[in-house]
């Protein structure tokens, strides 16, 4: 296919160069860190600094999301680390979003502290708190939209304008949405970052990370941070990648569309008190989404109207939802925010109870069958609840 631009055909199509790679109906992946000089110079040298699997995946990825550029790193955490140590210096501080990530945060509070460089945190970045906490030593603007655990809508065109008006970057984990439901570049971002080992891979089975922008950032975060860290992607991982990528859109769609199911679900369950899914139009981010995202992921979360000691039973309780921490897989797993310590809650805004889970690519009928089982066997609090 000569010039693949919808994003099913980037998918399917994109690298693909049957000339350059003997007719073979998916490249082959270089898993070789050496590139000889003796006979013919083809540009790449030693796998540290590029290699041709790793920019078949980077052209992808750049394409979908309508991104000048994109580079893959080891992981997400590894292309997130890059990005802020290239912007902040000695004496800088930065805005940080108090529910994006948790372990960028500890990032911050550890490394970046020792170095001396200072943080605030922001509840949404609206105009009021932004012009109270910016100072003239601001370079970054760390946002998540939606963010994690809570989905938290920002308002990114205003705040890009914002981080701009201040002379500070905008940067934003894009997580969340993927590449296909939003393109943070368009509204204003100067760096859209990824942990492609949620749904860019899909199936529970590769770590990767990437990062978004212009190609002079981005040369510069290859050159400077990737190179000097050593913080690139597996061959062989990229090569899984662009597998996994192949069918990000069905996979997207499938994810998508249960989730909203599950979500409605939760929504009008009687032994559920809240949702956290920007997908439904009763979510306090929703109509703000509307205007900046183009789809919603199978990502959310939800307070069952029970005690913690119930909630806990309830989740062992489930049987398609596997218990663990990460998400964006084929597999609908389930994890519990709301009952980690008080002091650790209260950091990231996470409210008592709250339960997340990741909607995979199974039957709807069986995750909500499943979910409606372990809510209904609940035992009814025991204390008067005022909440
Ligand atoms: C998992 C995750 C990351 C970190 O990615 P790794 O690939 O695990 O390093 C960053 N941001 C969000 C929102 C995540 O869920």
């Known amino acids: 296919m000569k010039e693949p631009n919808r994003p099913a055909d980037i998918c399917a199509h994109l690298g693909d160069d049957y000339d350059r790679y003997l007719g073979a ?15 013919e110079s083809h540009g790449y040298s030693y796998s540290r600094i590029n290699n041709p699997t790793i920019e078949i995946l980077e052209k992808k990825l750049a394409a979908l999301e309508h991104a000048p550029a994109a580079r893959v790193f080891a992981s997400g955490m590894a292309a997130i680390t890059a990005t802020l140590s290239s912007l902040l ?4 501080h930065i805005l940080m979003l108090r529910s ?52 938290r809508v920002l308002p990114l065109r205003e705040i890009a304008a914002r981080a701009h008006a201040c002379g500070a970057a905008a940067v934003m984990d894009n997580t969340w949405a993927t590449p296909l439901y939003q393109k ?20 529970s089975d590769i770590l990767g990370g990437v990062v978004l922008g212009s190609e002079e950032k ?28 192949r069918t990000l859109e069905v996979r997207m769609a499938r994810h998508s569309a ?41 990502l959310m ?55 997340r889970i990741s909607v995979g690519l199974e039957d709807a009928d069986t995750l909500i069958a499943d979910l409606d089982r372990a809510l209904c066997a ?7 609840d005022f909440a």
């Open 258 to 298: 249960t989730a909203a199911k599950v979500a409605r679900f939760l929504e009008q369950h009687p032994r559920v008190r809240k949702v956290y899914y920007p997908g439904l139009a009763s979510d306090e981010g929703h109509a703000l989404a509307e205007t900046q995202m183009t789809g919603y992921s199978g």
């Open 378 to 384: 609940m035992p009814e609090r025991k204390a008067p």
């Open 184 to 203: 943070p570049l368009e509204l204003g971002i100067d760096y859209s970052i990824h942990s492609a080992t949620k749904y860019l891979g899909g199936h």
């Open 218 to 245: 981005l040369d510069a975060l290859r050159n400077n941070q990737r190179a000097s860290w050593g913080a690139c992607m597996d061959p062989f991982a990229a090569w899984l990648l662009i597998r996994s990528l």
């Open 89 to 92: 210096h000695a004496g800088d």
């Open 100 to 151: 994006a990530y948790y372990p960028v945060s500890a990032f911050l509070e550890t490394e970046m502290k020792q170095y001396g460089v200072e943080v605030t945190y922001l509840e949404r970045f609206s105009p009021e708190e932004i012009d109270a906490a910016v100072r003239p030593n601001t370079k970054v603007f760390y946002l998540e939209s939606p963010s994690s655990n809570i989905f």
């Open 25 to 39: 109906i998916v490249p082959p992946v270089f898993q070789n860190t050496l590139f000889t000089r003796k006979h």
């Open 301 to 355: 979360s939800f307070v069952p109207d029970a005690d913690s000691d119930a909630i806990a039973g309830m989740v062992k309780s489930l049987d398609v939802f596997e218990e663990g921490p990460s998400w964006g897989g084929f597999e609908s797993v389930v994890n519990t925010p709301g009952l980690s310590a008080k002091e650790v809650r209260d950091f990231e805004g996470v409210p008592e109870g709250l339960v």
